[in-house]
């Protein structure tokens, strides 16, 4: 079976992720962190594509962007994770060793409304949820942190936002997500489905042929012989 169809459409929006091979952490000291981030801003400058949000975790990472052309956030972040991948085993001397990343990265389109808000929440408490900081804003290789800095922090990584930030959104960061919220976005991920409105959903996922996506998992169940299907 060939692999599924990616969206990447420029103006979208999409929550992209990946891990590191069995779960193995990718992201050992403050300073694989940061040059992490220098990394992305490198392929900003190189790809079409922007970051409206982003949590670097000790073994995943999750970004929030939008690309500005075609193909642009499959371009960048195959470049992400293949030069991380380059430099990580150089500076540690394992060159061959095998793979730091689980695969392909996964991502999946967002509606550029109440749900996007979901997502970026999702994401920018992520260390907060693993019980890593105290407080969301604590975890210094995240958007919220880096939106919080006085002054602004090198490199430049975000773009505003396509909608409003909403008042006291530190606050609203760290206040717990209900469980439907995490568990909707949390399906979208392990099926690359698009999170959003019911209508929207079903709208974008025909027009970028991710209608597989939507559609539970296994074979149709059989009907049993001489048994009417109910509509």
Not at 29 to 35: G, L, N, S, V, Y
Not at 200 to 216: G, K
């Amino acid at each position: 079976m060939g692999r599924p169809k990616r969206a990447d459409e420029a103006g979208g929006i999409y929550h992209a992720l990946n891990r590191g091979n069995s779960r193995a952490a990718i992201f050992d000291t403050p300073d694989d962190f940061d040059a992490f981030e220098r990394i992305l801003a490198e392929g900003l400058s190189r790809y079409p594509c922007q970051i409206l949000a982003y949590q670097l975790m000790p073994n995943h990472w999750h970004l929030v962007v939008r690309p500005t052309a075609d193909g642009g956030m499959s371009d960048l972040l195959r470049w992400v994770t293949l030069t991380h991948t380059m430099r990580r085993h150089a500076h540690r001397h394992t060159s061959g060793e095998g793979h730091i990343y689980q695969g392909r990265f996964k991502s999946f389109p967002v509606q550029d409304d109440r749900h996007f808000l979901v997502v970026c929440r999702y994401v920018e408490r992520n260390a907060r949820q693993a019980g890593l900081v105290t407080l969301a804003e604590d975890w210094k290789w995240g958007s919220l942190a880096r939106w919080l800095a006085k002054p602004r922090r090198k490199p430049d990584l975000l773009t505003p936002w396509p909608i409003a930030r909403p008042g006291h959104w530190k606050d609203r960061v760290n206040q717990a997500m209900s469980k439907k919220e995490v568990d909707a976005v949390r399906h979208a991920i392990r099926r690359g489905s698009p999170f959003g409105d019911p209508d929207w959903t079903q709208s974008i996922a025909r027009r970028l042929n991710l209608d597989s996506t939507l559609r539970p998992r296994g074979r149709p169940k059989k009907v049993a012989p001489g048994r009417n299907k109910e509509f």
